[in-house]
């Protein structure tokens, strides 16, 4: 049974969500604050420099009931507050200063300037702290975030279109979709939950593709994913390729082919992404899975069989095969989505 | 809103469901005896040279209610009635004997011996004929006979089991399984439902497959499928291979590799088979896809990536790309299977 922590939780969850592919090099957090079983108010880190959630949520509690009303209460934030100086003052001591009384937060954050400090300080203050409610749920949210904490690489997902055999090409002359227009717009949601988007010069060679998100309504308050074309040969990408050459073009970065786990480091390092979607062919993605980049697969798979020499990933075969948990599918008319994330040994 | 007779269709196509994979060279036919609301009787034809399913239920019914009982009843019958002298008396005979009063029907029998024929037989002897209830989903059970009927070919189902990106192996030396214990149980009733499987000389020689029915449920009161092993050299099969060697030898059988269409067309003709299922590796199952003669297809996908050189479907690329329909789904585990008829431009 879910405790009336675990929905309020779940609130501040949904909140978080909202954030998703906006916040980098911040996580996406939410924060709900709650008196006597009503909702004060609630909140979402919009935008690296903009407050954090647990300060827009106490802004959205002031302007409907004022700062009294606020005293007494408890905030659900989905990961702990911070507890210093960054480009925002620390969220504890906005907290301590509401008069908040108790403090439920899921997840404790892994930066080691943080972890674990926000409970002593509050706790200092005289509130009441719980954690790890629902923390398997912001998890999900947060894995991007501790991973780069972690290690400076980012979260690498690998989406592919493919045929049921495994192929991404139809036989010459039938159009280049496999998939379907529900499977091509869930593809526009998953760009919009990225930082930048990384192709092949192969790719941009062989099928023009733009990258973007073209949906007005997902772009709405965030800017175009960076998009990354690792390539050996910059001078023989098409002069007129999209990437190259449209509104968005100072968003494109070109990149050596042959360093790809430096040049996802220099992504975080440089332009701060927590997310990279990687769309390209079947030796570019077979090049990244061999050399253990890629977090997580989403595959969209169309009824459809086409045999040939084109595999969505190729290379000489993986050793060991990898094997996909957390497993989701999710059914567009009669293309199917699988979603995994590619199993370790040491978790990343 | 289904109608009572589409109610008491759906019982008697139950019963027609038990019949699949043992009534070869007949159709797999239920039967529902009907009256003031009540089922006197059901049956489904068991096996060629066993009485059909018209007849099993009123057998049924005799023996629970007696023949009084039945007159002026309503027999739903997945399939028209026969109306010739076969290893069995004409049914539309018992059924005028027996004093039934309204015949419900599915299917149209497109054996021109019969088709039709039934309504005319009944309506003179002052009987009711409905017909067309219900016929879409017995056309499903149906389909395999209806196809030998029209061409003399048999109903053709690819079975693949592979990973994610359309493999059929794993990397050596982490066992032949892909796919888990539920999707292999789901294969044994999957054989189950047909006369033959058909496989390569190149799957006998590198996977010793036994390609039986192993469950003693799915397998009471029937035969193992016929095992059709398809290969230009005979003599380099294993001696050992479980096919030529096990307590079903004198179920399998050798053909040559090189004429597909006319070994389909011959087990049709000398063993009286409807369905075949192919189990074989990616170039065996390329090979008959090319050729057309495949019509089914059920695939069970695995979490997992494996890359490598071997396809579930090898060849040259299918041209145009086949496109499945009236595709279902479903989940085992983690496994998920696909199951969907090739679209063709002409109904076989």
Known sequence: MPTDDDQW????????????????????????????????????????????????????????????????????????????????????AGIIEAGIRRVVYACTDENPDHAGRADAILKAAGIEV????QSKAAVEILRPFFKVKRSGLPWVIWKTGMSLDGRITRPPGEGQWLTNPESRQDVQRLRSTVDAILTSGETVRRDHPALTIRDPELL????QPWRVIATAQPDSLPSDAPLLVDEWKDRTLLRERDHLEQTLRELVRDQGILTVLVEAGGRFSAAMMEA???????????????????????????????????????????????RGRIRRVREV
Request: negative net charge.
């Open 292 to 338: 253990g980049l890629i977090d997580e697969v989403v595959a969209y798979m169309a009824p459809m069989l086409c045999g040939g020499p084109l595999p969505a990933l190729g290379g000489s075969g993986m050793d060991p095969a990898l094997h996909l948990d957390g497993l989701t599918f999710e059914q567009f008319g009669n293309d199917i989505k699988w």
């Open 130 to 133: 719980v954690s790890g409610v």
């Open 220 to 223: 709405a308050g965030r800017s």
């Open 9 to 92: 939780m779940n609130l501040a969850l949904e909140e978080a969500r909202k954030g998703i592919g906006r916040t980098a090099p911040n996580p996406p957090v939410g924060a709900v604050i709650v008196k006597n079983g009503q909702v004060l108010g609630k909140g979402w880190h919009r935008m690296a420099g903009h407050p954090h959630a647990e300060r827009e949520a106490l802004a959205d509690a002031r302007k409907s009931v004022g700062d009294e009303e606020i005293r007494g209460s408890c905030i659900y934030v989905t990961l702990e507050p911070c507890s210093t100086h960054g480009r925002t003052p620390p969220c504890t």
